[in-house]
């Protein structure tokens, strides 16, 4: 099976950033990472995601203030975010597919709590 293992959430004022990341461990070939939130009383959203060869896709919220980038070598990805807004706030999951043992595989993530508040 395949573990992620996520960091960087956290409280922090409107306007501020913060950077979460997410670690993949095992022998896996990974195809496409992607961030997704949840808050309560709503669905899970599709934040931002990156594929095998980098092209990038974000959800409208949050386009031009996240950025997420992935380091293949270390099988981790990475999201970026800026001028965060209270509606922000969400348990944030990662989210990888790909390949293990000639098998496809998506995991997520633990979640990380991030929370936008004065």
């Known amino acids: 099976q395949v573990q992620l293992v996520e960091s960087g959430g956290g409280l922090v004022q409107p306007g501020g950033s913060l950077r979460l990341s997410c670690a993949a461990s095992g022998t896996i070939f990974i195809n496409t990472m992607g961030w997704y939130r949840h808050s309560p009383g709503k669905e899970r959203e599709w934040v931002a995601f990156i594929t095998s060869g980098g092209k990038t896709n974000y959800a409208e919220s949050v386009k031009g203030r996240f950025t997420i980038s992935r380091d293949t070598a270390k099988k981790e990805v990475y999201l970026q975010m800026n001028s965060l807004k209270p509606e922000d706030t969400a348990v944030y999951y990662c989210?990888?597919?790909?390949?293990?043992?000639?098998?496809?595989?998506?995991?997520w993530g633990q979640g990380t709590q991030v929370t936008i508040s004065s």
């Open positions: 989210k990888v597919d790909g390949w293990v043992n000639m098998k496809s595989f998506a995991s």
